[in-house]
C-alpha cells in the first residue's frame, strides 16, 4: 500500500451528511430519496428481510420522467448527449430532443405490443438510439436488458432466451476499428428457433441494401408517424428497471435485476458526491452503455442531473493513441471518467502525446472497474490532471448499482491515497471479515463485505432467487459478499486486492493479484501486468507473470526479469516471487476491459483456453502463447 497521500479538493467541506448517514441509514436515505421526483410518496422508507430489500414502499415513480420530463421547461436546450463517432462524424442532442425522441418511440414499442413488465433486449453500439430506447422502455414500464454489442450470436442468445425477450433492438452495422460488424446478421442466427421473439426494430446505419425478415421493422420508418406526446406510467418503487447480465467470462452469466426508486435514488446522491456537478460541466465517461457503468453514469446518472455528456463510439486509441485527449480538447470535457486499463494502455507511449494537448478543461478525473495500481494513479494525476484535479478512484459492480467506495469531491476534501478507493459512501456500511465472519484488525487481509442494505442494490436475479442467495449471501449470514479481497487501513480508507477467487494461494500464503501486479507495474518499464497461478505440487500454487513493456523499455529481457523479481521479493515478500515472467505486447481483455486470468492460466498450465467469445482482441491469446512457448524452448535448451 502507498504511503504518500495528496489534499487534492473541490472546496467542498461537508461532514453533517456523513454524521446524519451514521446515525440512521435508513432515515438517510429516505431524505436522499426526496431529491428525486415521484408521483406518489412512499409509504415506508425499507421493508428488510434479507436478503431482499424493498426500497420506498408504496412509492411511484418513473425513470424516464426523472431524467427528461423535469428538464423540459428549465434546460431543454441544452445539450444532453454530445455524441461522435469512431470516423469523425457527430450529433448533438438537447434534452427536448431527446424528449421527443424517447417519447416517439415509447409510442412506437406501444404498438408493437410491448406491457409494462415485458422485456425488451437492445443490441446497439454507442449511439444516442441506445439511451433513447433504454428510457423508451423506462417510460411505459418495460424491462429493458442492453447487450453489449461485441458479444457473438452464442452469448447473445443466452441472454434473449434468459430473459424471453419479445422485442429486440438493433442495427444493421456497428463500426470498430475502422471496420463494419453486421449487428443484424448475428441477431438473425441468435434468434433463430426462439420463437417467443415477435419483433426486431432495425436501425439503419449503412447505405447498402438491408434484407428485412418477417419480424423485422426500420427504426427510422416505425419513428416517422410516431406521436410525440407519451406520458409515463406511474410505476411501483421496486418494479424492475432493466436487467444486465454479467460478463459470463466463466460459466453461465447471471442476470442482475435491479428495480427502479432506489436504483435512481442511488445514482442521484452518487453521481453528485462523487463528480461534483455543476451546469457548465461536460462529463465524459467512456464506458460502454453494454455494462453497468454505461447504464449507470453514462445514462441515468448524467440525465437526472441534467448534464451534458459527451458520448463516443468507438475504441480510445483509434485511429491513434491520442484520440481520447483530442476529444477532451475539442469538446472541452471537465470530467473523464475511464479505466486503470486503458490508462496504462496510455501510459505504454510514453508522455509526449498526453503532453502535447492543453487538458487544461479537466477539473475532475475519476477510475472504474478495477482498482488501479498507484502508478498508474499518479501518472494519471500528474500528466493528465497536471497536480490540479482529484481522482475518484471508485470501486463498485454491476449488483449495487452505484458507487460503494470511492473519494467524495462533491461532498468532502479528503487526503487521496494513490491506488486506495478511499472510504465507503454515506449510508453504505462496508466491513472487511475474515474466514469466520468476524471483522479483521486494521491493516489486515480479508473479505469484502456489505453489512446492510443499500437502495442501488440488486433485487435478485433473473428468474433465480436461489442462486441470488446462494452467490452473494451464503458466506456471511445476511451480510452481502461481492467476492473481492481487501484491507481497510487504520484511516478507514480500503484498498482492493483483486477477486478473491483470484488470490493466489502460495505455500500456504495468500497473495491478492492486485497486489502483485501493482509491485511489476511500478517498474519504470512496465505498463501493464497480469499474474495468475498454475499448481504445483510442492507449493500447491506458483505465480506466473505476464508483462507489457513500455514503448520506450529499454532493459534486455533476462536483465529486467532480475529486476523485476528484486521488485517483488523487496515489496512484498520471497514468498511471492514469480516462477516464470513472460514479456507480451498485450495482454487477454475482455471488451469491458477486464484481463481474462483463466487465459493466462489455461495457457501457462497447458491447458485448453475455452471460449474466448469475450475478448476485445483475439491476437491476444495468440501473444500469450507465442511467449509462453518460446521462454519454454529457451528454458529446454538450456536443460539439455
Known amino acids: 500500500m502507498s504511503t504518500d497521500s495528496y489534499k487534492i479538493g473541490l472546496g467542498n467541506l461537508d461532514t453533517q451528511t456523513r454524521r446524519n448517514a451514521e446515525s440512521d441509514n435508513v432515515l438517510f436515505w429516505n431524505e436522499e430519496a426526496k431529491k428525486i421526483s415521484w408521483f406518489k410518496p412512499w409509504t415506508k422508507t425499507l421493508e428488510w428481510n434479507p436478503p ?20 423540459q421547461d428549465n434546460i431543454e436546450k441544452k445539450p444532453a448527449i454530445l455524441w461522435e463517432g469512431e470516423d469523425g462524424t457527430n450529433r448533438t442532442i438537447t434534452y427536448a430532443d431527446l424528449y421527443t ?25 454507442m449511439v444516442p438510439e441506445l439511451p433513447i430506447t433504454m428510457l423508451a422502455c423506462a417510460r411505459i414500464g418495460a424491462i429493458h436488458t ?49 420463437n417467443f421473439v415477435e419483433h426486431v426494430i432495425v436501425l439503419k446505419r449503412s447505405k447498402g441494401n438491408l434484407q428485412l425478415g418477417p419480424k423485422d421493422s426500420l427504426w427510422h420508418e416505425l419513428m416517422k408517424e410516431s406521436s410525440t406526446k407519451c406520458e409515463p406510467e406511474y410505476l411501483d418503487s421496486n418494479h424492475p428497471l432493466f436487467i444486465l447480465y454479467t460478463s459470463g467470462t466463466t460459466g453461465k452469466p447471471k442476470g442482475v435485476l435491479h428495480g427502479t426508486g432506489g436504483y435512481l435514488t442511488h445514482l442521484n446522491s452518487t453521481f453528485q458526491w462523487a463528480f461534483d456537478i455543476k451546469d457548465s460541466d461536460i462529463f465524459f465517461c467512456t464506458a460502454d452503455i453494454g455494462w453497468v457503468t454505461g447504464h449507470s ?48 494502455m496510455f501510459m505504454k507511449f510514453g508522455d509526449a502525446i498526453p503532453n502535447s494537448f492543453k487538458l487544461s478543461s479537466l477539473r475532475l478525473l475519476g477510475t472504474v472497474g478495477e482498482p488501479i495500481n498507484p502508478e498508474v494513479w499518479l501518472w494519471y ?13 471508485t470501486w463498485w459492480q454491476t449488483e449495487t448499482g452505484g458507487m460503494m467506495l470511492s473519494p467524495l469531491p462533491g461532498l468532502e476534501t479528503i487526503p487521496l ?20 465472519g468476524n471483522e479483521v484488525e486494521p491493516n489486515t487481509k480479508g473479505y469484502l463485505v456489505i453489512r446492510k442494505p443499500w437502495p442501488g442494490m440488486l433485487l435478485t436475479l433473473w428468474g433465480d432467487d436461489e442462486k441470488y ?16 479481497y481487501a484491507i481497510k487501513d487504520s484511516d478507514e480508507y480500503f484498498w482492493l486486492l483483486g477477486r478473491a477467487d483470484d488470490i493466489l494461494k502460495v505455500a500456504g500464503h495468500r497473495i491478492g493479484t492486485a497486489e502483485l501486479e501493482s509491485s511489476l507495474v511500478s517498474h519504470d518499464d512496465v505498463a501493464e501486468a497480469a499474474v495468475c497461478g498454475i499448481p504445483d505440487e510442492i507449493k500447491g500454487e506458483v505465480i506466473v507473470a505476464f508483462v507489457v513493456l513500455r514503448q520506450d523499455a529499454k532493459n534486455d529481457p533476462d536483465s529486467l526479469r532480475t529486476e523485476l523479481v528484486e521488485i517483488v521479493r523487496n515489496g512484498i515478500g520471497p514468498i511471492a516471487t514469480p516462477h516464470e515472467i513472460y514479456f507480451v505486447t498485450k495482454l487477454p481483455k475482455t471488451r469491458s476491459g477486464k484481463i481474462m486470468r483463466r487465459v493466462l492460466k489455461a495457457i501457462a498450465g497447458n491447458e485448453k483456453v475455452g471460449d ?12 500469450v502463447q507465442d511467449a509462453f512457448s518460446e521462454l519454454q524452448n529457451v528454458i529446454r535448451k538450456n536443460n539439455s
Open 101 to 125: 425522441d424517447v417519447c416517439k418511440f415509447s409510442n412506437v414499442l406501444k404498438s408493437l405490443g410491448v406491457k409494462k413488465g415485458d422485456r425488451v433486449t437492445i443490441y446497439l453500439p
Open 469 to 484: 442467495k446462494n452467490v452473494y449471501w451464503s458466506k456471511f449470514q445476511d451480510n452481502y459478499y461481492p467476492g473481492d
Open 417 to 436: 491515497k494513490p491506488g486506495s478507493a478511499a472510504r465507503s459512501i454515506p449510508g453504505v456500511d462496508i466491513a472487511v471479515f475474515d474466514e469466520e
Open 612 to 623: 474466448v467469445s469475450t475478448l476485445e482482441d483475439s491476437a491476444a491469446v495468440k501473444d
Open 146 to 194: 442492453v447487450v453489449f454489442s461485441g458479444f457473438s450470436a452464442v452469448s447473445l442468445r443466452d441472454r434473449i432466451d434468459d430473459s424471453k425477450s419479445k422485442v429486440i433492438v438493433t442495427a444493421d452495422v456497428g463500426y470498430r476499428r475502422g471496420s463494419s460488424m453486421n449487428l443484424k446478421g448475428i441477431i438473425d442466427e441468435s434468434i433463430n428457433e426462439l
Open 381 to 393: 494525476f500528474k500528466t493528465i490532471g497536471k497536480s490540479k484535479c482529484p481522482i475518484v478512484d
Open 52 to 71: 431482499f430489500a424493498k426500497w420506498f414502499i408504496g412509492g411511484e415513480i418513473n425513470a424516464s420522467y426523472n431524467t427528461l420530463d423535469v428538464h
Open 297 to 344: 453514469y453514462v445514462v441515468y446518472g448524467p440525465l437526472l442531473h441534467g448534464a451534458t455528456e459527451v458520448m463516443y463510439e468507438g475504441v480510445p486509441d483509434y485511429p491513434d493513441i491520442s484520440r481520447m485527449w483530442d476529444i477532451i480538447d475539442r469538446y472541452g470535457v471537465t470530467i473523464f471518467y475511464t479505466t486503470p486499463t486503458a490508462l496504462r
